[in-house]
């Protein structure tokens, strides 16, 4: 070796002093950063305290810029101090945790919904007969749950076998909003714990869990306000976990118990299953039926609630619930076209490209027993494409519809999804002032800055092929 060659290596080569003492910096960047999530979640309580919808909207808006920084410090790194995935998942415990005293929500009342069918099983009678203003549950109302119930006047339960299970499994232990959210914070940690494991398994490093552990929108929506997709976003980790290992059977269960808490997990099915696989489907299957099954037999035809209703209620039969048939007309009256494209012309196009998708993900995978180290990990960014394309289609004005992609980010980091699940905060304004014009409005605040963002992160990688957009 040339003196020359000796002096670079020498340069090249820290002493292992340098090195823990940028380790140490780093680590403390990162604790600064939880620390000012932190006093952004303080923001939050003391406006959610006081009631102050405008300053809460206000600090879960800021609270992206600590949590956007921790994750560029993190996925800009590939190796990490050996206590990191520590911190992040002591931080996230203290995050959820801090916003458990929260109570009543502000911002949505659902969980009363749950407590209440937990409450009706818990009676021998099941959720989907009677409304909750019905003469014959009148034994079963209070002060605390029943007068916050939303819909209660005209909507049975919507919530599917699995969810109604879960209701009635936790109201045997308690029926408070605070020992729910506890509940649900302690299965968001399981859920943090899945998918750091299955980072781990696919390859990459543990610590990307920060994307979802550190997340304002499952953090706020879970351990503030409450809602049920904490369960289903669980099942989902669960089906990740067990497609990783090739446990098939595995993964059909959890598929089928987040569709049966929600049912939107059911698009995510082409890109776990593998072909020529049996297990999976009939796993799917038979979980499904033999869930529905108790409550078909006490309710038969009514063991659909208010689905039906809500579908109509929603706009997703007359089209008003799908913000890119709203900016399509508003296109078209801009340049003069009289006609509207009709809803179900929208629905149609919806549906192929779904299906479209569906097709290229079930056959972009090897079959079962041919997979190789190219194609490992292509259903993880398949399922990525559907969740995300399918949420842009629903494009609902509840933010926390938008909680499970933070998952998927996990694994495939993309900048226009990210924006999505950060932005999403203005939506809540469409709930209160939900005029056809303020819904458009709201939506636009949110969806065309991500489609601006997602327009950019193309060009960047048309022109320039070696900069990947979807790091952030």
């Excluded at 790194?77 to 002591?90: E, V």
């Excluded at 408070?176 to 899945?194: A, E, H, P, Q």
């Excluded at 009289?338 to 569906?358: K, Q």
């Excluded at 097709?359 to 490992?376: T, Y």
């Amino acid at each position: 070796m040339t003196a020359d060659n000796e002096a670079a290596a020498q340069v090249s080569k820290e002493p292992p002093e340098c090195e823990r003492a940028k380790d140490r910096r780093w680590l403390l960047s990162l604790i600064g950063l939880g620390i000012l999530l932190l006093v952004c979640e303080i923001g939050i309580f003391e406006a959610h305290s006081h009631d102050h919808f405008y300053r809460i909207l206000f600090w879960l808006l800021i609270s992206g810029i600590p949590f956007l920084l921790a994750v560029w410090l993190v996925l800009r790194r590939g190796t990490f101090p050996g206590n990191t995935l520590w911190i992040i998942f002591i931080a996230a415990g203290l995050f959820r945790v801090f916003l458990l005293p929260l109570d009543p929500p502000r911002l949505s009342t659902d969980i009363y919904r749950y407590i209440w069918d937990g409450r009706v099983q818990g009676s021998g009678v099941s959720p989907y007969l009677f409304l909750p203003v019905d003469p014959r549950l009148a034994g079963l109302r209070d002060n605390a749950i029943y007068p916050h119930i939303n819909r209660k006047e005209y909507a049975h339960t919507i919530y599917p076998p699995v969810a109604q299970m879960f209701f009635w499994a936790v109201t045997r232990v308690t029926q408070s909003v605070v020992g729910f959210k506890t509940i649900f914070i302690v299965i968001d940690l399981v859920t943090i714990g899945l998918i750091a494991a299955t980072l781990r398994a696919v390859g990459q490093p543990a610590e990307r869990v920060i994307v979802y552990a550190w997340h304002p929108l499952p953090i706020f929506e879970f351990s503030g306000s409450g809602h049920i997709d904490a369960l289903m976003i669980c099942f989902i980790a669960v089906a990740l976990w067990a497609r990783v290992r090739g446990k098939f059977g595995l993964v059909g269960f959890a598929l089928a118990g987040a569709t049966l808490v929600k049912l939107i997990p059911i698009v995510l099915l082409p890109a776990f299953y593998k072909r020529w696989d049996r297990k999976l489907p009939i796993t799917f299957a038979a979980t499904v039926v033999l869930c529905y099954l108790p409550y078909l037999l006490g309710a038969g035809a009514r063991v659909l609630g208010f689905l039906p209703q809500y579908a109509q209620e929603e706009g997703l039969q007359n089209g008003a619930r799908y913000y890119l048939l709203l900016l399509i007309d508003y296109i078209l009256d801009w340049c003069g076209v009289v006609h509207e494209m009709p809803p179900a012309v929208f629905n149609g196009l919806a549906l192929a490209l779904l299906g479209a998708i569906a097709v290229w993900v079930v056959f972009r995978q090897a079959p079962l027993g041919k997979e190789n180290d190219e194609s490992k990990g292509q259903w993880i960014y398949s399922a990525f494409v559907l969740a995300f394309v399918f949420t842009v289609l629903l494009s609902s004005y509840y933010p926390w519809y938008y909680s499970w992609l933070a998952v998927f980010l996990c694994f495939v980091p993309n900048s226009a999804a990210l924006a999505l699940t950060l932005i999403v905060w203005p939506l809540y304004r469409s709930l209160a002032e939900q005029s056809g014009d303020d819904l458009f409005r709201f939506e636009s605040r949110v969806f065309l800055p991500v489609l601006a963002v997602f327009l950019v992160s193309g060009i960047i990688r048309k022109l320039h092929p070696r900069i990947s957009t979807n790091k952030i």
